[in-house]
């Protein structure tokens, strides 16, 4: 499905009915990262219209010269929100990039988000300033890794902390399709002049009361897990989740255990 935004038309897909559920993935990849996470969450729940969108310059969302920061984005994806779900309460998701943009709109418009979930979530915007550990492998099949192309053998290697076959599997289905048809210059642009908010994104007028949910991964080495916790009073109602033997993509490194906390966190939204 398709969105004209200005002269750019966002690619977006609607899984379900029900309560909206705003999926917004990171840099560099497409929605196929979300809806490969997200789907069996929903696989025997029912009353969510689940909204998978590519953000400009990934998947099939072309870039424009015009969008030159991430103020510029954040204003696309509000616009998206008042086009294709007008006047409704929604749940809000966002992974790494994502989770800066998520709380981007946290910060706009507060009063229609009934929950939020952060997915090793970006917390400072200069890669430079945050606090992440080393690079490490915990798990590494040389079998499954000698049969790979070696380009692709260093983008997997390079972030993820458990190197098997089921983890390749999934990035190779889900995280590494974005990856090919990104549009590479303008997310490169965007990263070294347009990254941060002109404003403190995380600088609250009132603190976010809603269901909450934040999970990082301990061997994280993108954007780590300590600098969340710097934000973690903004969230009341958080559950504050660090995991072992997860990097940047904890999705499919941690399957069991990120099912059953997003499930919860869906449980808390539907008890609340």
């Known amino acids: 499905m398709e969105c004209k935004i200005k002269n750019i038309s966002i690619n977006y897909e609607v899984i379900g009915s029900g309560k909206p559920i705003i999926m917004i993935h990171g840099s560099h990849v497409d929605?196929?990262?979300?809806?490969?996470?997200?789907e069996p969450i929903f696989n025997n729940r029912y009353g969510y219209k689940?909204?998978?969108?590519?953000?400009?310059?990934m998947g099939k969302s072309?870039?424009?010269?015009w969008i030159i920061n991430s103020d510029v984005m954040l204003d696309i994806l509000i616009?998206?929100?008042?086009?294709?779900?007008?006047?409704?309460?929604?749940?809000l998701a966002g992974e790494s990039y994502g989770g800066y943009l998520a709380r981007g709109i946290v910060h706009k418009m507060k009063d229609r988000v009934e929950g939020l979930f952060l997915l090793c979530p970006s917390i400072i915007a200069d890669s430079k300033k945050r606090n992440i550990?080393?690079?490490?492998?915990l798990k590494r099949d040389d079998e499954l890794l000698s049969q790979l192309e070696p380009s692709d053998v260093e983008g997997f290697s390079s972030i993820h902390v458990v190197q098997s076959k089921e983890v390749w599997y999934r990035y190779r289905d889900e995280i590494l399709p974005?990856?090919?048809v990104a549009d590479n210059d303008f997310l490169l642009n965007l990263q070294e002049n347009g990254y941060a908010f002109s404003f403190d994104v995380d600088r609250l007028k009132e603190k976010f009361n809603k269901p909450t949910l934040m999970l990082l991964g301990r061997q994280d080495s993108s954007v780590g897990y300590k600098d969340a916790w710097s934000i973690l009073d903004n969230y009341p109602r958080a559950t504050f989740?660090?995991?072992?033997r997860a990097g940047h993509n904890l999705q499919i490194e941690q399957v069991e255990l990120f099912n059953s906390l997003v499930a919860e966190w869906i449980l808390r939204i539907d008890e609340s």
């Open 133 to 137: 550990p080393p690079h490490i492998i």
């Open 62 to 65: 072309k870039s424009e010269n």
């Open 241 to 244: 989740a660090v995991l072992d």
């Open 50 to 57: 689940r909204i998978y969108i590519d953000l400009p310059g």
């Open 178 to 180: 974005g990856l090919k």
């Open 31 to 38: 929605h196929r990262l979300m809806t490969g996470c997200m």
């Open 79 to 91: 616009r998206f929100i008042e086009k294709i779900i007008p006047n409704e309460s929604f749940l």
